[in-house]
Each structure stands twice: as structure tokens, then as C-alpha cells.
């Protein structure tokens, strides 16, 4: 269990990094870490490998996104899965988490402009049975993504050679 | 112009700088720092500190500190908050019990508190042994105090482990004390418990007092950190030597301390008192929280270590490179033997030719060389293309 975690830890902070290179570090062979990936994509426990994209550097870049608070009833027997579904089904929405608080469902939506997002809140989120209100926050500018930080990149201010 | 031309030479003629320190050699490093630092986009290996910025929390801490006006001394040996958190973490990670009151000294880093343990003990005329290859700070240090540094040498046969034999061989009556430093840097070397107690024998038996310099202890990447200081019979004559440089990435703030007997801690408090009165309260502050919040990230940090050691140690295996394993510390340490050049011309042709800027061993020690000190405390892109070149390097000269 630990080497797994070992590895992912590895592959989540750069799964481009030969699979040669991952097992020098773990100490392992190339065969067991091969393996062990194998292992774990068929459990969809690695579900898929993707390049982090800083969007707000592309020119022409038609990204608007949006975190969504929605308030829902939920259903007997389903409680929030059934309209998480209907909600993530789009493929325009980008993540769905049930949270705890003040709203049930954090909604994030990608969209080429704000009015296709407000669009989509008003045509096909507010329409659902079971959506009771919407709060919809644009975001303005991404700092820190998945652990990485986005603005800038720390500089190496270390002298060339210290003992 | 001319004038002042005039009164340096005069000067010169008075000697006006002090024998002991005339007659202590530049560091060797210095050319290489020049080399490196006068070409673009060297990578460099050189470097002697982690390439973590400190964690953020402890950062958050200082700045909170000085919002609040911590602006002020603080008691000689340190804040008492400070000293009781080294002393409870000497406890839990170590199993050695001191005295926070007594027996802890914050310093002005590891640096400080090496030079006050050595002038706390030595009068003109002792000898020092001092463990080579080893940080580059001892022999002067040694030195300024009056005493004789005698070199004891550790070699690739025993993995750069100190052996009681080693001792036995340049002890004298006029012995005092000894000092080394494992993890080592620039050999990476560590020694178990059962390491320790042989050389605990022969310590005990010449009646030396140890500097044990710890400041890697917690950058050890198989098992735990033995401290010598927790052997039989090593408490009384053990100064342990440890910090915030390096496992806590605190380089620039300057914050270290040292443990051991209450005379001994005490005297290194005197000097310590009027020489510099105390380390800076915002890096203590900053201290506090690396002792208290900053293990988890402590934690992170080595483990990303080892990762680079691992890929490292056995990329230079395979570029042809001879290199032991290094247990602790950021440094490989691999033999350039095979390549038939000197260390020094291995590791100036190398940046020349190859833009990798990696130190010489004997600049740690006559017994460092053939062998380049290489610090993987740099990112994994850097590391790899810094093998790329070195392959490449090694090849033409093999
Ligand atoms: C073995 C050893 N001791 C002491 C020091 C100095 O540490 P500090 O920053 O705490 O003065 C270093 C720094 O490179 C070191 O490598």
C-alpha cells in the first residue's frame, strides 16, 4: 500500500516522467512499476492523464468558467445522485461536488462566453425539478490550480555554488 | 590615488592582518562559484541548500511576528518557547533528554554554534581530529581557536564511515576533541547505532570531547537517525550540533542551536552572550513553528530527497561512474577515478564543455579527491539533463 501511494504521489506530480525514471526513484524495477500502473488503471484508480493548461495564456482564449452553488430537494431512495447526474451529464460542466453548508451542489462550468453560461443556468439547470436556487460566480482569475500555482514560477535565487 | 596605494603597502608591511588568518588558504570552492556564476544557463549541482523555498507557514510566521513588534533581543541561549520545542523533538526524535533551561543554546546557525563548541573547549596548542572529506568550515574554525586540526580520513572502502581504527591512528595525549559530521556532507555517509558504539569505545577511552554535527540528521533516507549523543557513555561528552538549514529549508534565516553537557552549553552560552548576544527573534519565532506545524512538510520534502537520490546514484552507475550509496544528506559523492582526470579537472572541464557546475572533492579534504560532490537538491528536469551532458562528458573521457 505504501508503494502505491508512493507512486501515485509520483505520477500526480508528473505523470510524463518515463516509467524507467519512476521506478530509479522508487527504488524498484521498470516491470513492477509497469505493472503496479496497470493495476491501477484498470481500477480506475488512475482515471486519466492530462496535461494542466494555463488557458489565460492562449491567445483568443475562449474559456469563461463558472462555480455554480445550486440548491436542490433531494429525492427519496436517491437523495443527490439522481440530479448530480442530470447535472454532470452536460458536457459543459466541468465538476460537480455535493458539499456541506449553505448549498448542496458546487457546479463549475466552461463556457467560450457568459451568456451561453447564463443561458445554460436559466434554460437547463434552474428548469430541473428538483433545483431550487442558483447562485452563479464567475471566476475572474485562476492563481492556483490542482496544487500548482499558475502566476508565477518561484525563481531558483540560490548562489550557483555553496558549500 | 597614489596615497592610498601607498598606505596598503604600508599596511602590508605591518602584517596588519593576524597570522592565523593570513595563513588559512581561500576556499577552494571560490572558483568554481566564479565559473558558474560568470556562463548562462549552467546547471548547477553545486549548491549546498535545499531547493525548497521554506515552508509557507513558518514564512507566515515570521511576518506574523513582525506584525505583532517582535523586534526585540531575546534571552541569550534563545526564546525559552524555542529551546523547550528542541528539547522535546531531541526527546521524540532522538530519545536524548536535555535540559531546555540548561543544556540548549540557540545559535546564529550550525556555523555558530561549531565555532562556539570549539572555543569553549580548546586551549592553544590541542589537537582537533577532524573527519574528511567534511563540511569546509572545520579545519578553519579549528584554527582560529590556536588549535591543531589532524586530519582523519575516511575513505570509499568504508563507504566514508569512521571507524575506531581511524581514531586510534591519530589520537594523541594531546587529543581533545573530535568532530565530524554524519549524515556527511559531501559524502551523503551515515552510521548505524552499532557504527556508533564501536567508535563510542575508543572516544570514551582517550577521554575526547565530540562535536557531532547533526544538521542533516533528519535527511536520512533508510531507517532512523542514530545520534551519537544517545549511545553508552557519549551524553557527557557529546555536543550535538543541529538546525533549521536544511530540513526545514531554512537557509538564510540563521537559526540553529546545540545540545549537550550544562558546562559545556554554558560556556558556549558565555561567548554566545557577548559575541552575539542572540539569533534573531523572527527566525527563532519562525523556528517555533517549524518545530511545532512544520513536520508534515519536513516529511514531504525528504521523501522527495530520496526519490532524487535513488534516480541520481544509480544514473551515474550507468553513465560509468563509480558511487556508494548515500544514505543521508542531498549529496552523491561518485568517484571520477575511471576518467583518469583529477577532480579538479574533471570538474572544470565539465562546466566548460557541459555547462554542469559540480564541486571537487578535495575541496572538502586531500581524501575527497577523485571524487565530485553532486547535490541533487534540484529539480528532476534539472537532474536529468544535467546526466544527459555528464554521460556525454564521461564517455569522451573514459
Ligand atoms: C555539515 C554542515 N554543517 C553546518 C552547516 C552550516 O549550517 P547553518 O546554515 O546552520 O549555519 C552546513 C551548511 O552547508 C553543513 O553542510
Known amino acids: ?163 | 590615488m597614489s596615497s592610498h596605494v601607498q598606505q596598503s603597502s604600508r599596511v602590508q608591511s605591518r602584517s596588519r592582518i593576524s597570522k592565523v588568518v593570513s595563513s588559512i588558504p581561500p576556499s577552494g570552492i571560490r572558483k568554481f562559484f566564479d565559473l558558474a556564476a560568470s556562463m548562462d544557463d549552467v546547471i548547477s549541482l553545486g549548491v549546498g541548500e535545499p531547493d525548497f523555498v521554506t515552508p509557507w507557514n513558518v514564512r507566515e510566521a515570521a511576518i506574523s511576528a513582525l506584525e505583532r513588534g517582535y523586534t526585540t533581543y531575546t534571552a541569550n541561549s534563545g526564546l525559552p518557547e524555542l529551546r523547550r520545542e528542541i528539547s522535546k523533538y531531541m526527546s521524540q526524535q532522538f530519545n536524548i533528554d536535555y535540559d531546555y533551561d540548561e543544556q540548549v543554546v540557540v545559535t546564529v546557525g550550525a556555523s555558530e554554534a561549531i565555532d562556539l563548541a570549539l572555543r569553549s573547549i580548546i586551549d592553544p596548542g590541542d589537537e582537533v581530529l577532524v573527519v574528511e572529506p567534511s563540511y569546509v568550515s572545520y579545519v578553519p574554525t579549528v584554527r582560529f581557536t590556536g588549535a591543531v586540526p589532524v586530519i582523519v580520513e575516511t575513505t570509499r572502502g568504508t563507504d566514508f564511515k569512521l571507524t575506531a581504527r581511524h581514531i586510534e591512528e591519530k589520537v594523541t595525549p594531546k587529543t581533545k576533541a573530535i568532530i565530524f559530521c554524519f549524515p556527511n556532507n559531501p559524502t551523503g555517509s551515515t552510521m548505524t547505532g552499532e557504527e556508533l558504539q564501536e567508535i563510542a569505545r575508543v572516544i570514551e577511552k582517550h577521554d575526547l570531547i565530540v562535536l557531532s554535527d547533526e544538521i542533516y540528521a533528519e535527511l536520512t533516507y533508510s531507517g532512523q537517525h542514530e545520534s551519537l549523543a544517545a549511545q553508552t557513555d557519549m551524553y557527557d561528552r557529546t555536543i550535538v550540533i543541529n538546525g533549521f538549514s536544511k530540513a526545514f529549508a531554512m537557509t538564510g534565516w540563521r537559526v540553529g542551536y546545540a545540545v549537550g553537557p550544562r558546562d559545556i552549553i554554558q560556556a558556549m552560552t558565555k561567548i554566545h552572550q557577548y559575541t552575539m548576544l542572540c539569533a534573531p527573534i523572527m527566525s527563532q519565532m519562525a523556528a517555533v513553528e517549524a518545530l511545532k506545524k512544520g513536520l508534515p512538510e519536513k516529511d514531504r520534502m525528504v521523501e522527495s530527497y530520496r526519490h532524487r537520490r535513488n534516480y541520481v546514484v544509480k544514473a551515474f552507475r550507468e553513465i560509468g561512474l563509480d558511487c556508494h550509496q548515500p544514505e543521508g544528506a542531498f549529496y552523491a559523492f561518485p568517484s571520477v577515478k575511471a576518467t583518469g582526470l583529477t577532480s579538479d579537472e574533471f570538474a572544470e572541464q565539465l562546466i566548460q564543455e557541459e555547462k554542469v557546475a559540480v564541486v571537487p572533492g578535495h575541496v572538502f579534504g586531500a581524501g575527497g579527491e577523485g571524487h565530485i560532490r553532486c547535490s541533487y537538491a534540484t529539480s528532476l528536469e534539472q537532474l536529468q539533463e544535467a546526466i544527459k551532458r555528464m554521460g556525454r562528458f564521461v564517455e569522451k573521457h573514459l
Open chain 1, 1 to 163: 500500500m505504501k508503494q502505491v501511494k508512493e507512486l501515485l504521489h509520483l505520477l500526480e506530480e508528473n505523470s510524463h516522467v518515463s516509467r524507467k525514471t519512476i521506478a530509479d526513484m522508487m527504488g524498484i524495477s521498470e516491470d513492477d512499476v509497469n505493472q503496479l500502473i496497470q493495476e491501477l488503471e484498470d481500477k480506475k484508480v488512475i482515471v486519466k492523464y492530462m496535461a494542466l493548461v494555463n488557458w489565460e495564456k492562449v491567445e483568443e482564449n475562449d474559456h469563461v468558467t463558472a462555480v455554480i452553488d445550486v440548491k436542490v430537494t433531494p429525492k427519496r431512495d436517491v437523495g443527490f445522485d439522481e440530479v448530480a447526474e442530470r447535472i454532470y451529464r452536460f458536457p459543459e460542466v466541468k465538476s460537480v461536488y455535493l458539499m456541506s453548508g449553505a448549498y448542496d451542489l458546487s457546479v463549475t462550468i466552461e463556457a467560450p462566453t457568459m451568456k451561453e453560461i447564463a443561458q445554460f443556468v436559466s434554460d437547463k439547470l434552474s428548469t430541473l425539478d428538483s433545483v431550487i436556487s442558483t447562485t452563479t460566480h464567475f471566476m475572474l482569475k485562476r492563481y492556483k490550480h490542482d496544487g500548482v500555482v499558475l502566476t508565477d514560477k518561484d525563481d531558483d535565487r540560490r548562489m550557483v555554488v555553496t558549500p
